[in-house]
Every structure is written in structure tokens, then in C-alpha cells.
């Protein structure tokens, strides 16, 4: 499914590094928050997407 995914994010002309895949247990919940935030402060980094919002 991911793979699939990737293709239509390719299909879109999407940048690939506005998508991630981490495997983390439910017990891992100090782990989630530490990626959640590392991923979001990446894609602020990569500024507005090439997308247009719908109107």
C-alpha cells in the first residue's frame, strides 16, 4: 500500500520527502510524539506544497 502510495504522490508531482512510512508500537508513545514533531517541523521546512487548495 505504501508503494502504491508513492506513485500517486509521484503522479501528483508531489515531493516524495512530504511522505513517510515509521513503524511504532503503541507502547512507543514518547517515540510517536518525538517523530510526529520532527516530521512536521520537516514540512514546514519544505514551505506550501505544489498543490492548489480546493475551493
Known amino acids: 500500500m505504501f508503494k502504491l502510495t508513492q506513485e500517486l504522490i509521484k503522479i501528483l508531482g508531489i515531493d516524495l520527502t512530504r511522505l513517510r512510512l515509521e513503524w511504532v508500537s503503541s ?28 475551493a
Do not use: Y
Open 27 to 54: 507502547a512507543e508513545g514518547t517515540l510517536f510524539a518525538e517523530i510526529a514533531r520532527e516530521f512536521t517541523e520537516q514540512i514546514k521546512s519544505l514551505g506550501p506544497s505544489a498543490l492548489k487548495q480546493a
